[in-house]
């Protein structure tokens, strides 16, 4: 390398440099101090204003829990295949003025498959649905309302009717409306029914 290029080289560096140091006086600095501003008209400096505390929320959301419990008793009276199965649906349904208005509701349901009995008792069947809950106060209404559905069906999968062809049979009511259990509570309902 030639004597002309190593000090055009080092002249470049030093231009950089020259560049460089007034930006670097330009980044912002964090230390301990008032915020505020100089008056370039009086020369004094002017605190800035102070930024109102943000308030926390605090506003829990607070949760009503407890367990419905629905107990089947079901009368067989029609006549299905071989293989059919009965299944139990128990719902409950809550909302408050607000949670509506808001298109928000609370719905929970579960199912379960029916003991058939034998014997003497082969025209009858049991099951019990037990619903766990927890919801949100501000969403669950003063009362809950309550409903259970009955369905039969088939060893195919398929809902069956009375002469056993491939179709619907189910059947399903409200049990009415009870008003919000209290904290913890276990809600137990009876049911009997015929399918």
């Given amino acids: 390398m030639t004597r002309n290029k190593v000090v055009r080289i080092a002249l470049a560096f030093v231009c950089l440099a020259a560049f460089a140091l007034p930006l670097a ?8 101090g008032i915020p505020g501003y100089l008056d370039p008209q009086t020369g004094s400096f002017k605190p800035a204003a102070a930024l109102p505390a943000v308030e926390a929320n605090t506003a829990a959301v ?13 009368t067989v009276a029609s006549t299905f295949p ?56 501000a969403q669950a209404g003063s009362t809950v309302n309550l409903s259970f559905g009955i369905d039969a069906v088939g060893p195919a999968g398929t809902l069956i009717t009375n002469s056993g062809a491939a179709s619907t049979r189910s059947t399903s009511h409200p049990i009415g409306s009870i008003p919000l259990p209290a904290v913890g509570a276990t809600t137990t309902e009876t049911i009997t029914a015929t399918i």
């Fill in 25 to 32: 006086g330009q980044q912002v600095k964090s230390s301990p």
């Fill in 82 to 137: 071989s293989g059919t199965n009965i299944y139990c649906t128990a719902s409950a349904l809550t909302y408050s003025a607000a949670a509506l208005a808001a298109g928000g509701e609370i719905m929970e349901s579960a199912t379960v498959a029916a003991t058939r009995g034998a014997g003497s008792a082969a025209g009858t069947a049991t099951c019990r649905v037990t619903i766990p809950y927890s919801w949100n106060e």
């Fill in 62 to 74: 607070v949760y009503t829990h407890g367990t419905l419990v629905f107990n089947f008793t079901i």
